[in-house]
């Protein structure tokens, strides 16, 4: 038996009530109709017209808070998968391997205080679409101008995990790049993660072309 409250909303024709019983992709009805804002936001997804209001730190950088966790390479290919995201080889080469510089080795997040992740636009003046810019390059930029930390390829995972296709939409961005230290592929060159919408993939360093609309993802020390 449930002890959560009923909650009413609005139809055209009557009005409904949902005790929270309910689920939706094991998410309770009721936590989905909170996190939309009740009726008016549920009538806003169905229109097409829902809006997203999100957190910007002091360099008006849309962030996202993520819990640190400390899973083997192993585990989370096998999370990323049992969610239902697509996870290409490179993804699975970059979590598994074996290598001096392989996830388990050096990208794990271990234990401790939450992170905060800022996404830097691709769209900035200092990242020009039509050359390549190598990933040290931007890297040691935006460490120096905006006060970030270079990120491990952990955060890939667990940002996957809270930054929904609706919410990389409502953002304008196409993909997410996790500029961590690159981890070696054992038949062509160094990768980093990229999160796009449904997947995580792995994009080659070497290209460095960041193209828009897209977002670069640092850790952001300050709370």
């Not at 230290?181 to 290209?207: A, F, M, N, S």
Request: charged share 25%.
């Amino acid at each position: 038996m449930s002890n959560l409250q009923p909650l009413e909303f609005e139809h055209p024709d009557r009005t409904f009530f949902h005790t929270g019983e309910t689920l939706i992709s094991g998410v309770p009805a009721n936590k989905l109709f909170r996190k939309l804002g009740g009726p008016a936001g549920a009538r806003a997804l169905l229109e097409g017209n829902l809006t997203i209001d999100f957190r910007r730190n002091r360099h008006n950088h849309i962030v996202f808070t993520i819990r640190r966790r400390n899973y083997t390479g192993l585990t989370e290919f096998e999370r990323l998968g049992n969610a239902g995201f697509r996870v290409s080889n490179n993804v699975k080469w970059c979590l598994l391997s074996q290598r001096a510089d392989s996830y388990d080795n050096t990208q794990r997040l271990g234990k401790g205080k939450p992170y905060k992740v800022a996404l830097v636009p691709t769209a900035e003046e200092f990242l020009p679409a039509d050359k390549p810019v190598p990933a040290e390059v931007i890297c040691t930029f935006i460490m120096n101008k905006y006060g970030y930390q270079r990120p491990r390829a952990g955060i890939g995972p667990r940002l996957r995990e809270v930054v929904s296709n609706l919410m990389l939409k409502m953002a304008g961005i196409n993909y997410i790049d996790i500029l961590h230290d690159p981890i070696q592929d054992p038949y062509t060159d160094p990768g980093i993660l990229r999160i796009g919408t449904g997947y995580l993939d792995v994009e080659l360093v070497k290209l460095g072309q960041w193209r828009s609309p897209g977002a670069l993802a640092f850790i952001d020390p300050e709370n």
